[in-house]
Nanobody, 115 residues
Framework: QVRLVESGGGSVQPGGSLRLSCAAS????????MDWYRQTPGKQRELVAR???????NYADSVKGRFTISRDNVRWRLFLQMNSLRPEDTAAYYC?????????WGQGTQVTVSS
């Protein structure tokens, strides 16, 4: 069974940095595109960044130049390096994979950016 477990969230001041991690199990991690989404109360979950199985990346316009998605295909981990954080980046962040046409999500990790 696919399992995704996020870690690394927390509270940070504007301009600060955080690094999120997602540990994957139950699938051949290296074969699948992986995503980071985020969600704030009352809003739809939005795609933040995606990395394909061959390492190609794309980002939401709002995070381009500030966030970097990466993956470790040996340890089956997904990362999101977040720099120059802004209050509007405050959200619950989720790791996601579409595996055999099914969507799998982690439990989420909260990021709060506030002075």
């Amino acid at each position: 069974q696919v399992r995704l477990v996020e870690s690394g969230g927390g509270s940070v001041q504007p301009g600060g940095s955080l690094r999120l991690s997602c540990a994957a199990s139950g699938m051949n991690f290296r074969l699948y595109a992986m995503d980071w989404y985020r969600q704030t109360p009352g809003k739809q979950r939005e795609l933040v960044a995606r990395i394909t199985s061959d390492g190609s990346t794309n980002y939401a316009d709002s995070v381009k130049g500030r966030f970097t998605i990466s993956r470790d295909n040996v340890r089956w981990r997904l990362f999101l390096q977040m720099n120059s954080l802004r209050p509007e980046d405050t959200a619950a962040y989720y790791c996601h994979v579409k595996y055999r046409d099914l969507d799998f999500w982690g439990q989420g990790t909260q990021v709060t950016v506030s002075s």
